[in-house]
């Protein structure tokens, strides 16, 4: 029997985009154990995934060093065949350095690559989506080149949102780690006033969003619910799913969009559907400044205010009945 042990230590996305290794190492080896090493918070994305063997939770924010001692000691007492770290960054190199494992693969940018018994080219320029670019570490055993992803939202996560399903509804996920992923609060106004004519409104997020959804539901006397904080990552997961249509930032529920297969418009602000992050739902669509601007990409993830100070990459998406269908 084999077993693999998979390190994704970044956002809530990453995670996500790595499922489909998971998908494809059971595909190939129904019997293998596959474990997985996320940071605190991403755990419950992997939830009722009937692939995964057991996961590592790596907490960044409490005693970040004791953690990941911990994680690495954990990890240590497994015997893995192969260990396959898609964090490119010096703490999930070193959880890949200490495993005990017949073989190491990753991505050459990671400071610890040269120990790798196999290291994957990674680039964000030339236009590989991430799940690609990801099935690429295992590759050598078969797997296919594209995978959508995959969540496993409960029973008790559908019923825990049923009372909100009851009329035709869509789904906007207005947040993001990144100010310069956010399509600008008066463009979500506008798409409310368009929507809002054809069913209910449910405003999605994490508890530090509820705020700014809040602001934008107080436009709108009725039809529009702020669930921001409200809904476990499964529940929402389990929403967005039977949403008319999910409207989404370059950001985490793009992604949870797509490992639903729920129909999906995703805003691009800053950054570009180049770098690989984009929908991958049957029914999804790009929105972005039809223009060419300078200024744009201004990075690969984003920043915290405009480097300009004028945010046209923002500004002038259009938002018609034509721009969001």
């Not at 293998?32 to 063997?53: F, H, Q, T, W």
């Not at 960044?60 to 000691?73: A, D, F, R």
């Not at 050459?108 to 120990?115: E, L, P």
């Not at 790009?286 to 601007?293: M, Y």
């Amino acid at each position: 029997m084999q077993n693999f042990l998979i390190i994704q230590t970044a956002f809530l996305g990453d995670v996500i985009l790595s499922t489909p290794l998971v998908s494809e190492l059971n595909r190939i080896y129904p019997e293998a154990k596959i474990d997985m090493v996320v940071r605190k918070g991403n755990e419950s994305l992997l939830a009722n995934n009937p692939k995964i063997n057991q996961v590592f939770v790596w907490n960044k924010k409490e005693g970040k060093y004791k953690s990941l001692w911990g994680v690495i000691k954990a990890i240590r007492k497994q015997n893995y065949d192969e260990v396959i770290t898609l964090q490119r960054y010096t703490n999930a190199g070193l959880m890949t350095r200490f495993a005990k494992a017949k073989s190491r693969i990753g991505f050459d940018k990671n400071a610890f690559s040269k120990m790798y018994s196999k290291r994957v080219s990674h680039s964000l320029t030339d236009g590989t989506h991430e799940v690609e670019r990801n099935l690429k570490t295992i590759a050598h055993h078969g797997a296919k080149k594209m995978v959508r992803p995959e969540l496993f939202p409960s029973i008790s996560d559908r019923e825990g949102v049923e009372e909100f399903t009851k009329k035709k509804y869509y789904c906007l996920a207005p947040a993001s780690v990144w100010e310069t992923k956010k399509l600008p609060t008066s463009k979500w106004t506008e798409l409310i006033e368009i929507l809002i004519q054809k069913g209910e409104v449910k405003l999605i997020g994490g508890p530090t969003d509820s705020e700014l959804c809040a602001n934008i539901q107080k436009e709108f006397p009725k039809g529009v619910h702020n669930l921001a904080g409200k809904l476990t990552l499964l529940q929402s997961a389990a929403l967005m799913e039977g949403a008319e249509m999910n409207y989404v930032n370059d950001s985490g529920p793009l992604h949870i969009a797509s490992a639903m297969n729920a129909p999906t418009r995703a805003f691009f602000c800053s950054t570009v559907p180049q770098f690989g992050f984009g929908p991958l739902a049957d029914d999804s669509k790009i929105i972005e400044n039809q223009d060419e601007l300078a200024c744009r990409p201004c990075g690969f993830h984003g920043h915290h205010k405009c480097p300009l100070g004028h945010f046209d990459c923002g500004h002038t998406i259009e938002i018609t009945q034509k721009s969001i269908k």
